[in-house]
């Protein structure tokens, strides 16, 4: 693959998740999604940087903010809105919304509404791989808060002591909701908890999508050796409040300020230009291809029907 190819398939994750997630909170303002709705907006770059150092074989497990980990594993833009606007054409037959997309087709073991459900789910995956000895690897995303949940530690040490290869990409918000780390833990480098436990750890820039990529590669080069697992702690922060209908006024300015000032987005569209060799009208273009491609999926999710009740009671419950 070349730098342009590479470099545009970066992009082209980074800017779907950004324009997917606004239009979301766009329709969720139009009254036309009920649930939470957990936006991934200044978090783009460890989904993306992530996933584009995996194997098509291999499986993520995501959060209850996973869109961006749906999208960046190839996820249909088309079945996920359909299913956060909870109609039949979705993940789910629209049944379960933003939290519970999970997608066999490209290994995603799927989204949790519990914090932390995630991460014994990827330790499963991680010993099943290790007793079909194969080459396969797992990446588990979750949150500050959810490592502050006693089963982060269990399956650390389970992945230790069964040498699985899981690499553990904990998102670094800084927030469980309103309560920031620093309230929630004595230490704000929440990758060192891993080293207690005999595991590979570091901290990465959380928000720049080359840096996240080059990490996962080392880490699953560990992992896929017999070496893993591995734990990233990338420092990130979310572009808003916890959930659509959080305002976020607790968050600092001066520190929303500093990640604004390194958004996800913005840094991937450079790489672009610099390193992908694309002019400044070549990225419009492929901005508006974008947009185009999503306005498409709204207006497929929108038009399409609900599940029936036909349906629901002859195929799905029995
Ligand atoms: C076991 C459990 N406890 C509490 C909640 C309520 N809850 C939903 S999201 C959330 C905060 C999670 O914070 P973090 O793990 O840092 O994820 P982030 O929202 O930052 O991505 C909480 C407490 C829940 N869903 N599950
Ligand atoms: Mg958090």
């Known amino acids: 693959m070349s730098f342009r190819e590479f470099w545009r398939d970066i992009y082209k994750n980074l800017y779907t998740i950004r324009v997917f997630e606004k239009n979301c909170i766009r329709l969720y303002r139009q009254g036309l999604i009920v649930g939470y709705f957990h936006p991934y907006l200044g ?72 914090v932390g459900g995630g991460i014994p789910l990827g330790i499963g995956a991680g010993l099943s791989i290790s007793i079909r000895g194969t080459e396969q690897a797992v990446v588990i995303f979750f949150s500050d808060g959810a490592s502050n949940n006693g089963v982060f530690a269990e399956s650390l040490n389970l992945a230790a002591i069964w040498n699985l290869p899981v690499i553990f990409m904990l998102e670094n918000n800084h927030y469980a909701v309103s309560t920031p780390i620093e309230e929630a833990s004595r230490t704000e480098d929440l990758y060192k908890r891993a080293e207690g436990y005999g ?83 070549e990225v419009k273009r492929f901005e508006t291809e974008i947009e185009n491609e999503i306005k498409e999926a709204v207006e497929f999710a929108k038009n399409s029907p609900e599940l029936s009740e036909e349906k629901y009671f002859n195929e799905i419950v029995i």
Do not use: W
């Open 43 to 114: 978090e783009e770059a460890i989904a993306v940087g992530a996933c584009a150092a995996l194997r098509s074989d291999d499986y993520i497990v995501s959060t209850h903010r996973g869109h961006g980990h749906c999208i960046a594993r190839g996820g249909d833009i088309r079945k996920m809105l359909a299913e956060v606007l909870a109609k039949e054409a979705g993940y789910c037959y629209g049944l379960g919304g933003s939290m519970h997309i999970a997608d066999v087709a490209t290994g995603n073991i799927g989204a949790n509404g519990i």
């Open 199 to 281: 595991v590979f750890a570091t901290a990465i820039d959380g928000n720049d999508v080359k840096v996240v990529y080059e990490k996962t590669k080392e880490a699953l080069e560990v992992c896929r050796s017999g070496r893993g697992p591995f734990l990233v702690e990338a420092k990130t922060y979310r572009q808003g409040g916890h959930h659509v209908n959080d305002p976020g006024k607790y968050m600092p300015r001066e520190k929303l300020d500093y990640y604004m000032s390194k958004d996800p987005v913005q840094t991937g569209r450079k790489y672009l230009i610099n390193e992908g060799g694309f002019s400044e009208d």
